[in-house]
């Protein structure tokens, strides 16, 4: 059982919960949901609680991040963009934080649950949705005509347009959620075959150098795909917003 | 085991589908589902009998955490950035004031020195002119005094010189008178003289 990859995204219940005969358990999913708003939130509470003005080095993490966050958001989707910054700011602390804290061995990873992921996404493309038909009506839908596109291939855009638009969900949350989930069960293989070449002697434990130099890349690595994905989504959120805050400017 | 037996009885069939500790338990790497259970050895993020609790914690803790993030963290954050930037261009500004300041302050010392630099200049320039006129009066004075003193001069020359012309006629009437005497022994009277003397002082 140790031994299988796929083990460590078993969601388990701690308490179970049911609610008009739907599981509403708190599992160890939500465990870890509940750390990672508690780390992440206490990190950035407690390191700006000394408001200093010379910042000092945990205060200037929070503060990068910060600047980080809104001049992504400012150079995606322009200053009208900014109203959307603590949700941008929310969801990349809380992806980086539970993709982190998912690198601690016996750590349950939060968004290695493509549901999890699927409803982020869903959160993005359905505010992008109902800001864009709030903010600019029906002229939301200008969004799938293209300017400058001959009368004949209208149709054959506006189709690949809509395609398009309606698959970004699935992509933004399928990319974090394989990324996570490929990652973490590469790393649990490579340090498998550390544990069971090594019960095979003296040769088995020579052997097992080469996976454990992989094991070691491959964290070095996963940590590089932690930051890096949740950028991805919160950069691909930013692209996203600047639809529905300037819809038919591409 | 976290399913205790009596929520295991409260659920339906499926039930057993909700522990994926057994799951995990029988199933193998290949994430295929083992026979006869129920549908429980599907590859656990694609299980969906947690779905409902994982969205429903989902919404929970990240709408919490938005919550923080948009009530204390951005504000918090937002304001000592603001504050940084503030400070720093309020010290910009001081800066340029204490420049300007400074700049004003040299403006007036270079006008200042120039003031004094003209003054002196004029100040030298007076007393020039002021030697000068004083000079130029005391030549005048001198002059008119030497000019005086020339005049008085030539008309003391001049009265000598009358007198002495007026006595030559005399003197060369009697030296006439003598010579005549002397030479022929008779006498010219002296109205011969004085014409023969003035015909020859005529030439």
């Given at each position: 059982?140790?031994?299988?990859?796929?083990h460590?995204?078993?969601?388990?219940?701690?308490v179970?919960?049911?609610?008009?005969?739907?599981?509403?358990?708190?599992?160890?999913?939500?465990?870890?949901?509940?750390?990672?708003?508690?780390?992440?939130?206490?990190?950035?509470?407690?390191?700006?609680?000394?408001?200093?003005?010379?910042?000092?080095?945990m205060?200037?993490?929070?503060?990068?991040?910060?600047?980080?966050?809104?001049?992504?958001?400012?150079?995606?989707?322009?200053?009208?963009?900014?109203?959307?910054?603590?949700?941008?700011?929310?969801?990349?602390?809380?992806?980086?934080?539970?993709?982190?804290?998912?690198?601690?061995?016996?750590?349950?990873?939060?968004?290695?649950?493509i549901?999890?992921?699927?409803?982020?996404?869903?959160?993005?493309?359905?505010?992008?949705?109902?800001?864009?038909?709030?903010?600019?009506?029906?002229?939301?839908?200008?969004?799938f005509?293209?300017?400058?596109?001959?009368?004949?291939?209208?149709?054959?855009?506006?189709?690949?347009?809509?395609i398009s638009?309606?698959?970004r969900?699935?992509?933004?949350?399928?990319?974090l959620?394989?990324?996570?989930?490929?990652?973490?069960?590469?790393?649990?293989?490579?340090?498998?075959?550390?544990?069971?070449?090594?019960?095979?002697g003296?040769?088995?434990?020579?052997?097992?150098?080469?996976?454990?130099?992989?094991?070691?890349?491959?964290?070095?690595?996963?940590?590089?795909?932690a930051?890096?994905?949740?950028?991805?989504?919160?950069?691909?959120?930013?692209?996203?917003?600047?639809?529905?805050?300037?819809?038919?400017?591409? | 085991?976290?399913?205790?037996?009596?929520?295991?009885?409260?659920?339906?069939?499926?039930?057993?589908?909700?522990?994926?500790?057994?799951?995990?338990?029988?199933?193998?790497?290949?994430?295929?589902?083992?026979?006869?259970?129920h549908?429980?050895?599907?590859?656990?993020?694609?299980?969906?009998?947690?779905?409902?609790?994982?969205?429903?914690?989902?919404?929970?803790?990240?709408?919490?955490?938005?919550?923080?993030?948009?009530?204390?963290?951005?504000?918090?954050?937002?304001?000592?950035?603001?504050t940084?930037?503030?400070?720093?261009?309020?010290?910009?500004?001081?800066?340029?004031?204490?420049?300007?300041?400074?700049?004003?302050?040299?403006?007036?010392?270079?006008?200042?020195?120039?003031?004094?630099?003209?003054?002196?200049?004029?100040?030298?320039?007076?007393?020039?002119?002021?030697?000068?006129?004083?000079a130029?009066?005391?030549?005048?004075?001198?002059?008119?005094?030497?000019?005086?003193?020339?005049?008085?001069?030539?008309?003391?020359?001049?009265?000598?010189?009358?007198?002495?012309?007026?006595?030559?006629?005399a003197?060369?009437?009697?030296?006439?008178?003598?010579?005549?005497?002397?030479?022929?022994?008779?006498?010219?009277?002296?109205?011969?003289?004085?014409?023969?003397?003035?015909?020859?002082?005529?030439?």
């Open positions: 059982m140790s031994n299988d990859p796929t460590q995204f078993l969601v388990n219940k701690i179970p919960i049911e609610i008009g005969g739907i599981d509403f358990s708190f599992t160890n999913a939500s465990l870890f949901m509940v750390a990672t708003v508690g780390a992440a939130a206490g990190f950035l509470y407690l390191t700006t609680s000394e408001r200093g003005l010379i910042p000092t080095r205060q200037s993490v929070s503060e990068m991040s910060y600047e980080f966050i809104a001049s992504m958001l400012r150079e995606g989707a322009g200053s009208h963009g900014m109203k959307f910054f603590p949700m941008v700011f929310s969801l990349f602390m809380f992806i980086l934080t539970a993709n982190l804290l998912g690198m601690f061995p016996y750590f349950f990873t939060v968004t290695s649950q549901i999890v992921t699927f409803a982020l996404a869903v959160f993005v493309i359905g505010t992008v949705i109902l800001y864009g038909f709030y903010k600019h009506g029906l002229s939301f839908l200008k969004l005509v293209p300017h400058g596109v001959p009368g004949a291939l209208l149709p054959l855009v506006v189709a690949i347009e809509v638009f309606l698959s969900p699935i992509s933004l949350s399928v990319r959620f394989a990324n996570m989930l490929a990652g973490h069960i590469t790393l649990k293989v490579f340090a498998g075959f550390v544990a069971s070449l090594s019960a095979f003296a040769l088995g434990i020579g052997g097992a150098v080469l996976p454990l130099l992989m094991t070691v890349a491959l964290t070095g690595l996963e940590f590089l795909v930051f890096l994905q949740a950028y991805v989504f919160a950069v691909l959120t930013c692209m996203y917003l600047n639809d529905a805050v300037h819809p038919g400017s591409h | 085991m976290f399913v205790t037996a009596a929520y295991a009885q409260s659920t339906t069939p499926e039930g057993e589908a909700h522990d994926p500790a057994a799951a995990g338990e029988v199933h193998t790497e290949t994430g295929v589902a083992p026979e006869g259970e549908g429980t050895g599907v590859f656990p993020p694609f299980d969906s009998s947690h779905f409902a609790s994982q969205v429903l914690w989902l919404a929970i803790t990240f709408g919490l955490f938005y919550l923080l993030m948009s009530k204390v963290i951005i504000p918090r954050i937002g304001g000592i950035l603001e940084r930037h503030d400070r720093i261009a309020q010290d910009l500004d001081e800066a340029s004031r204490l420049k300007g300041e400074a700049d004003a302050a040299i403006a007036s010392y270079e006008q200042e020195l120039a003031s004094a630099r003209a003054k002196g200049h004029s100040i030298a320039d007076t007393a020039r002119e002021a030697a000068k006129a004083k130029t009066a005391d030549r005048t004075a001198v002059e008119g005094d030497l000019a005086k003193k020339i005049a008085a001069a030539e008309t003391r020359i001049a009265d000598i010189k009358s007198k002495a012309l007026a006595d030559v006629g003197i060369a009437e009697e030296t006439a008178t003598a010579v005549v005497k002397q030479l022929i022994g008779g006498t010219v009277t002296k109205a011969e003289i004085a014409a023969a003397v003035k015909a020859s002082a005529g030439n």
